[in-house]
């Protein structure tokens, strides 16, 4: 059965923290996304990655960074976390030529206080 | 640039009701349209797809036809169920791009 795995469920993070966000894929795709979800506003892409090391922006890359150094784990990083990137994340990965199959992971809801 | 544009929600019905939810796009080219569903507390699924103007995807009771003249890809059920509640979201891809467009999400209950 494939797997998108999300590093966690839930978590807290305090205004100003570095925050790490991890994503492991066990398919071997090549392409692999971060996502953020906020009510109305559906998903918005944030990066994504189509081979190790290679990433691009997406949509709202603001305040992000992403580190792709092994096929299967995709980050998503916070350098400084601010209470308006409180929403879930998902993240999702796709065989190269296939974006619209893209296999999503179970969603990290980051709450920033 | 490509967008999506879902009916807003929430949706609630009861059990057996007929649903439609309407999405409609713009898009430059020939896109291929999908539906997704997110149950709660999971990630997203696609649901169906259709990749050209005429088709109809379907699934679990789920239908959808890409509609070239109106540019709209609307999900229909003939009877949902309490099961069925959910968040539906609507997507295309189109060309070369390498990411799905989304709408921005329905929210499904079906009450018993």
């Known amino acids: 059965d494939v797997k998108v795995t999300q590093s966690s469920r839930y978590l807290v993070k305090r205004t100003g923290e570095k925050v790490f966000l991890e994503c492991v894929q066990d398919?071997?795709?090549?392409?692999m996304f971060w996502y953020r979800q906020d009510p109305g506003l559906g998903l918005r892409l944030i990066y994504f990655s189509y081979d190790v090391k290679m990433k691009e922006k997406g949509d709202i890359p603001e305040g992000y960074s992403v580190s792709r150094e092994k096929k299967e784990r995709f980050s998503l990083i916070l350098e400084s976390a601010s209470t308006n990137q409180t929403s879930m994340y998902l993240c999702?990965?796709?065989?190269?030529?296939?974006?619209?199959?893209?296999?999503f992971g179970p969603g990290t809801r980051l709450t920033v206080t | 640039g490509d967008s999506v544009t879902q009916m807003e929600g929430p949706v609630t019905l009861s059990e057996e009701a007929f649903l439609t939810i309407n999405c409609t796009y713009t898009a430059t080219g020939y896109p291929s349209l999908f539906w997704y569903v997110q149950y709660p507390g999971e990630g997203l699924q696609l649901l169906l797809k259709a990749t050209k103007a005429d088709d109809k995807g379907s699934n679990k009771g789920f239908e959808a036809t890409y509609r070239k003249e109106t540019t709209s890809f609307h999900l229909e059920k003939g009877s949902v169920q309490v099961s069925d509640s959910a968040v539906y979201f609507c997507a295309l891809v189109s060309g070369s791009a390498r990411q799905l467009t989304f709408g921005s999400g329905t929210q499904l209950t079906v009450l018993p």
């Open positions: 999702a990965s796709s065989p190269p030529l296939g974006p619209s199959l893209q296999y």
């Open positions: 398919m071997d795709h090549e392409n």
